[in-house]
């Protein structure tokens, strides 16, 4: 079984930047869809984007043009590219993959406004 390990969390004032790393115990290149999801205090877990094994990326609206999602499978890993982010983002961030449904422990993001 893959299992996931997401790092890069940390506290960021609002207008910055981080990036979230997912790394893969094995390899991902048959793997289709992988997804970043965040859980904020008190809400539901929702997706922040995913994307396939081919390129192809989805976005939550919240998120759009700010954040970009990339994956490297030689390397067996995703990235979230956070930008202008927002108290609202405030949230731990679990990567997934999405057929297996194995998700990561979660890394916390702080933004401070």
């Known amino acids: 079984q893959v299992q996931l390990v997401e790092s890069g969390g940390g506290l960021v004032q609002a207008g910055g930047s981080l990036r979230l790393s997912c790394a893969a115990s094995?390899?991902?290149?048959?793997?289709?869809?992988m997804g970043w999801y965040r859980q904020a205090p008190g809400k539901q877990r929702e997706l922040v984007a995913d994307?396939?094994?081919?390129?192809?990326?989805n976005y939550a609206d919240s998120v759009k043009g700010r954040f970009t999602i990339s994956r490297d499978n030689a390397k067996n890993t995703v990235y979230l590219q956070m930008n202008s982010l927002k108290p609202e983002d405030t949230a731990v961030y679990y990567c997934?993959?999405?057929?297996?449904?194995?998700w990561g422990q979660g890394t916390l993001v702080t933004v401070s406004s």
């Open positions: 994307i396939t094994n081919g390129g192809r990326t």
């Open positions: 094995g390899s991902i290149r048959s793997i289709n869809v």
């Open positions: 997934r993959i999405l057929l297996l449904n194995v």
